[in-house]
């Protein structure tokens, strides 16, 4: 028998109760109850403070007066800054999170996990109709292991209401008092060599730039980190920084986006010494950090374990205030970073585990896209939830889940894969075939199976073939570039487009059916007059798509007058 009540047949005894010093978000965090419960059910309930008389049905949210009229007695400090309790005690309904966004979580949980409600995308969500809200009985407590969960695709990154119904808190969401903020807010953001040493200032002082094959080096480099006078100027510039910027509450601190490191006499005897170039990073981040700490004691210092620096040193160890951010660029992402045979994985392996045992916190860069080729299928849904786990497994406090973030998204299957990965972020061990499965029919309607047997057709492929997938592959790729294989895909996304329910669900379909096509035109297996018709195809869907990249750092219309095509 049902706990509560909340609405039967259009009517409710029910109020909305607010602590008297609530904060934004947890006026958010009313509102938006009150907003979908009335879409739900058609009531709208009315929202009250703590100090009115308590009544016998009420919805208590956050640190409320009539919890302790109750009885009831909470530790807030357990949920930290996310966490929450969904409970009912008699005839009352309690969602009461920690600070600034334990509470509006728990709203959120309430309507998805209880009551139903879907955020497939920013435009596509499900709220089922009822004439009787009730909730069974409920105690049940969520706190996230990543403290921070970003998911970097574009699908999550335009519209800040979309990503806090996520539970996603990272820095580059546009999250507000009303969401309860970022969790992190960094300054710059990673590769801030040249911002921190400007060029022209090495050009008046050569020696700062990176001694390399017995020579100084300009252009886009790293620099020389064991030169004094660089190191004391770079603790000015930091100090500048921070007091720009006072929101900051993380300094990033880290190797341009290149190789190019330093070799002079004193930045290699150290690295040689400690069986790696990052061990000159971390030295000089650590006396940035040393040297600020007293003075910015809330401020944390992070560095990148990149390519060249992914590996740690010996025995130099990052400070208490310094963070570690590890990224899996060069990893296969077919298979589980955990178990995949492959050298690369290995290796990333050994990182991780190193890096786990000596970060004071460690922070990771994962990678969910092909970026040479957006529209390119990218077969790894099979290990987004074994890859988060592992993560965590290792400590790891921080996860940015990077993929197609160009200004018009839609890479392959990417409102779907953002979904998934911001699911996984807040529970790894959350059932992601559920989550597939709710995606799929939430968003392609009868369409669902065609769409879900394409999935399992190229995931098929590389389970059982052993095919590695990187993020830089071209679509010469073997478990692409078959014949057999993008016909049997030609002949899913057919089916798919005759059993959608609409134009429209129709029109979702052909977006999801551009990367069979973008194979076939970049292994030439259309030609002349054919492939001009399916290049000019391929555009008017991409371009209705409001898709503007092909790849990182190309747009679609460059992409087009390459292809002769506009």
């Not at 004094?228 to 993380?250: C, F, G, N």
């Not at 699911?423 to 597939?436: A, D, G, S, Y």
């Amino acid at each position: 028998m049902a706990q509560v009540v909340l609405v039967d047949k259009g009517k409710s005894n029910y109020r909305i109760v607010l602590p008297r010093n609530a904060i934004p978000s947890e006026h958010y965090a009313a509102e938006e109850l009150q907003r979908y419960l009335e879409r739900i059910a058609d009531v709208k309930l009315p929202i009250v403070p703590d100090s009115e008389p308590m009544t016998t049905r009420e919805i208590l949210l956050g640190d409320n007066a009539h919890l302790r009229q109750l009885g009831i007695r909470m530790d807030f400090g357990k949920f930290g800054t996310d966490g929450f309790t969904l409970r009912t005690y008699r005839n009352h309904l309690i969602i009461a999170g920690g600070r600034p966004r334990g509470t509006l979580y728990g709203v959120y949980a309430l309507l998805e996990e209880k009551l139903g409600v879907r955020w497939f995308t920013p435009e596509v969500e499900f709220v089922p109709k009822m004439e009787r809200v009730e909730l069974p009985r409920m105690n049940e407590t969520q706190v996230p292991v990543p403290k921070v969960r970003e998911v970097f695709w574009t699908e999550m990154l335009k519209d800040p209401d979309f990503a806090a119904r996520h539970r996603l808190n990272g820095h580059h969401y546009r999250l507000t008092e009303k969401h309860g903020g970022r969790a992190v807010i960094l300054y710059p953001f990673v590769h801030s060599f040249d911002a921190l040493i400007p060029r022209e200032i090495c050009e008046q002082r050569p020696e700062f730039w990176p001694m390399i094959g017995g020579k100084r080096v300009s252009g886009y480099v790293q620099r020389c980190l064991s030169n004094p006078d660089l190191v004391r100027l770079a603790i000015k510039s930091v100090r500048q920084w921070i007091e720009e910027h006072p929101e900051a509450t993380v300094i990033d601190i880290s190797q341009n986006d290149t190789g190019n490191w330093c070799q002079c006499p004193d930045c290699k005897a150290l690295d040689d010494a400690e069986g790696s170039p990052a061990a000159s990073i971390i030295k000089f981040v650590n006396t940035i950090a040393e040297a600020l700490e007293e003075e910015f004691p809330h401020i944390r210092f992070e560095t990148l374990a990149y390519q060249y620096s992914r590996k740690p040193p010996k025995t130099l160890r990052p400070r208490h205030n310094v963070i570690i951010r590890l990224c899996s660029i060069e990893c296969c992402f077919a298979h589980p970073l955990e178990t995949c045979p492959s050298e690369e994985n290995r290796r990333f392996r050994e990182d991780l585990a190193a890096w786990s045992k000596v970060a004071p916190v460690l922070w990771v860069w994962d990678y969910t896209t092909n970026f040479a080729h957006y529209l390119q299928p990218f077969p790894n849904f099979g290990v987004l939830q074994a890859n988060v786990q592992f993560f965590v497994q290792n400590g790891v406090k921080y996860l940015f889940e990077q993929g197609n973030y160009s200004p018009g998204g839609n890479g392959e299957m990417a409102p779907l894969r953002a979904y998934v990965l911001a699911k996984l972020l807040w529970n790894p061990n959350t059932n992601v075939q559920r989550h597939i499965n709710d995606f799929l029919h939430g968003y392609y309607g009868n369409a669902a199976g065609a769409i879900r047997a394409y999935m399992e057709l190229l995931h098929r492929r590389v389970r059982e073939k052993g095919f590695h997938a990187h993020i830089f592959e071209a679509p010469t790729v073997p478990h692409l570039n078959d014949d057999e294989y993008l016909a049997s895909a030609e002949r899913l996304f057919d089916e798919a487009e005759r059993l959608a329910d609409s134009e429209e669900i129709r029109f979702r379909v052909r977006v999801a059916r551009l990367p069979i096509w973008y194979v076939k035109i970049a292994t030439n297996r259309v030609t002349d007059k054919e492939r001009i018709a399916l290049l000019r195809q391929f555009l008017v869907i991409a371009r209705k798509a409001g898709i503007t990249h092909i790849r990182e750092w190309q747009t679609l219309d460059d992409w087009a007058k390459k292809m002769g095509v506009e």
